[in-house]
């Protein structure tokens, strides 16, 4: 059972990766065809809002759906309840892809008054197009969560590069003739397609039904606690929005760079935060449902110190790249040397939120197994009052859209700070002794790595750009990783206990 965990794991990072590379793709072809034109912010405004709902869908649903379904499996239940989920799931999909499709061309303006009429024309139209595609990533997100009950991680996450993939070759085929509507066009046939695939490939026939009568006990006990770790997680993209209306209001490329950036910099958390989350919660909702509390306790704190071990050398190896990386990955066609340049500096500041919120990911977690996201969720809900008022303070006080991702990290570092807080008053308290101890191995061998790094740069920095990226990047892991060996940091001896079992 360890080794097949193990396994699943490893192809989890796999598909992680691979979605994530993908999802940088496809902005890199954006960054092509369209710089940092009111085109591209167009776009990339028309994707926040039905990105709340798809997260509402896709997150959400993982993370109350497989503490359900275990609780199911136990009481010989599983296909009742997955057939129920589905059921309602799609029936809540639809409501909102309507009331998307009416609502869009009636708040759009609201929201950008300062975007011309072509540019409003632009993100409606792509809007709505994301609209209907909510209504295929509600279905696809029940099953992407029964995967992952499953522990066939990977097969939940390949579902999703179908989506970007199609995304991608819609862009290259009809970008020059139908702009950026061929992002949106692409994203809506790959939820198709992945809903197809999934279906006839990846879910067992005899699992579920889709189509009958809906069960209202069972869809209530689900939706009870279903909604509130929905709502939590779109909380992050509802945060996005809001940086995305200062933005707006101040220039349509201040949109583009901040949506840029945030993206390179939320790299690592996409797939480390993410991924050791992913692979403990079906952990920790065992641990709940057989009443295990020290197993609870010992996987959330391997949890945090698995993410800091691999999260922060991450992040300081980014910083020190960072002018290298966005120029890689966005300097070509429409995307000018002054855009790579913006997008820099607003990349550095918006590194605090990726550590913090990768940190989050599995007190998150923690939460969601014990059926409390409720109690996530009055924190989440202040962490967006928090967030409009650091904008306000932070635009004002630097008078520039790098106001916008300082106060995301400031208000992901307090969002962090009282959910551990939170957690501690009403679940159990952390080791803090040990946590304190490995969090220094972790910064000593990570100052460490950047001071060899900079002993280096004399020898390396008039190599080509790609070339130095490399170096840079094997010579800082090689260092680091000998240093945590060196200091017998935990996480190292996590790995290595893993190898000798596998």
Do not use: C
């Amino acid at each position: 059972m360890k080794k097949k965990l193990a396994i699943a794991s490893l192809l989890l990072v796999i598909a992680s990766l691979f979605l994530k590379v993908s999802g940088l793709l496809r902005d890199m072809i954006l960054a092509n065809y369209f710089g940092d034109s009111p085109e591209a912010a167009a776009y990339l405004v028309a994707f926040i809002i039905p990105n709340m709902f798809i997260l509402f869908f896709t997150t959400g649903m993982k993370n109350a759906f497989v503490p359900t379904y275990i609780q199911s499996m136990e009481r010989g239940q599983s296909h009742h309840h997955f057939s129920q989920v589905l059921r309602g799931t799609i029936s809540i999909g639809f409501v909102i892809t309507m009331i998307g499709i009416v609502a869009t061309p009636f708040f759009m303006p609201l929201i950008f008054p300062d975007f011309t009429a072509g540019t409003l024309q632009i993100a409606k139209t792509s809007s709505i197009i994301f609209f209907i595609a909510v209504l295929f990533v509600s279905a696809n997100a029940v099953y992407e969560a029964y995967l992952d009950a499953e522990n066939r991680f990977a097969l939940s996450v390949v579902s999703q590069i179908l989506v970007m993939g199609s995304s991608i070759i819609s862009a290259l085929l009809f970008a020059e003739k139908i702009g950026v509507y061929s992002f949106a066009y692409g994203y809506m046939v790959g939820t198709i397609l992945s809903f197809i695939v999934k279906k006839v490939f990846f879910i067992p026939k005899g699992s579920h039904k889709l189509i009958g009568p809906l069960d209202k006990k069972e869809n209530k006990a689900f939706f009870l606690i279903f909604i509130p770790v929905a709502i939590t997680v779109m909380v992050g993209q509802v945060n996005l929005f809001i940086d995305n209306i200062f933005a707006g209001n101040l220039s349509p490329e201040a949109v583009t760079y901040i949506n840029y950036a945030k993206n390179i910099t939320h790299f690592p958390q996409a797939i480390i935060g993410v991924t050791i989350g992913t692979i403990i919660f079906p952990i920790l909702a065992k641990a709940v449902a057989q009443n295990k509390v020290d197993d609870f306790r010992a996987a959330i704190e391997k949890g945090l110190i698995l993410t800091l071990s691999i999260l922060l050398p991450a992040i300081a190896g980014m910083m020190w790249l960072m002018t290298e990386i966005i120029t890689i990955a966005y300097q070509r066609g429409q995307f000018t040397e002054t855009a790579t340049e913006a997008t820099v500096l607003v990349a550095y500041l918006y590194v605090g939120s990726v550590l913090f919120f990768s940190l989050q990911n599995t007190i998150n977690k923690a939460f969601y197994s014990r059926n409390k996201g409720h109690v996530i969720l009055r924190i989440s809900l202040f962490s967006i009052l928090l967030n409009i008022g650091l904008n306000f303070l932070f635009i004002s006080w630097m008078d520039s859209h790098l106001g916008i991702p300082l106060a995301s990290s400031v208000m992901a570092f307090v969002y962090f700070v009282l959910n551990v807080v939170v957690f501690q008053r009403i679940e159990a308290r952390f080791n803090w002794k040990v946590l304190t101890l490995e969090s220094i191995k972790v910064i000593v061998a990570v100052a460490g790595m950047i001071g060899i790094l900079w002993l280096l740069q004399p020898f390396t920095s008039n190599l080509p750009s790609i070339i130095y990226l490399v170096v840079t990047a094997l010579v800082g892991a090689i260092v680091y990783g000998v240093l945590l060996l060196l200091f017998k940091g935990q996480a190292v001896g996590l790995f290595l206990s893993k190898v000798k079992k596998g």
